[in-house]
């Protein structure tokens, strides 16, 4: 009886624990996870810190809300003050975005179905945009659920 008494203990405890864990996607770098939902979102936030582009992104959220404000605290984790959210979207598809990486003014970004796709329209137009100098950073990342869902809900439009 006393067995049977603990265990039951034991199990309501486990059960308790196991189902008060948070359940969201929390990233420490630029990766992506699954989710069950079918729509989800993505963001990409950047800030300055002296001659520094910090850049925090996150993908497969359930809310435009929660994906812009996970974004903006990886970019303070990484050293950022002031982040702002510079592209948001919804849907499938993979965002890339670089930068000038010393006075930030000029960068470039594409939003396709595939990162190399995005990939390489951010960089043509970069370069063009530099008259053919490198970039020292970028960001890439792929959001999940489907390219016919995509919709981009904040898109850069100057500097920051």
């Given amino acids: 009886m006393d067995?049977?008494?603990?265990?039951?203990?034991?199990?309501?405890?486990?059960?308790?624990?196991?189902?008060?864990?948070?359940q969201s996607n929390i990233t420490a770098d630029y990766n992506t996870g699954t989710t069950t939902r079918k729509v989800t979102f993505a963001?990409?936030?950047?800030?300055?810190?002296?001659?520094?582009v910090i850049v925090g992104a996150v993908t497969d959220y359930h809310s435009l809300s929660e994906a812009?404000?996970?974004?903006?605290e990886q970019c303070k984790l990484?050293?950022?003050?002031?982040?702002?959210v510079v592209l948001a979207w919804e849907g499938g598809g993979c965002a890339y975005i670089i930068f000038q990486n010393r006075f930030a003014g000029i960068y470039s970004w594409s939003l396709r179905e595939t990162e190399s796709v995005a990939k390489s329209e951010a960089l043509a137009a970069y370069l063009?945009?530099?008259?053919?100098?490198?970039?020292?950073?970028?960001?890439?990342?792929?959001?999940?659920?489907?390219?016919?869902d995509l919709k981009i809900h904040i898109r850069p439009n100057g500097g920051f």
């Fill in 68 to 72: 812009c404000a996970r974004a903006e």
């Fill in 78 to 84: 990484r050293g950022g003050y002031y982040p702002k």
């Fill in 128 to 148: 063009n945009l530099t008259e053919g100098k490198a970039s020292d950073i970028a960001a890439g990342v792929c959001n999940g659920g489907k390219i016919s």
């Fill in 3 to 22: 067995r049977q008494f603990l265990l039951s203990i034991f199990f309501i405890a486990f059960t308790t624990l196991s189902l008060s864990q948070p």
């Fill in 43 to 52: 963001a990409i936030a950047v800030d300055r810190n002296n001659d520094q």
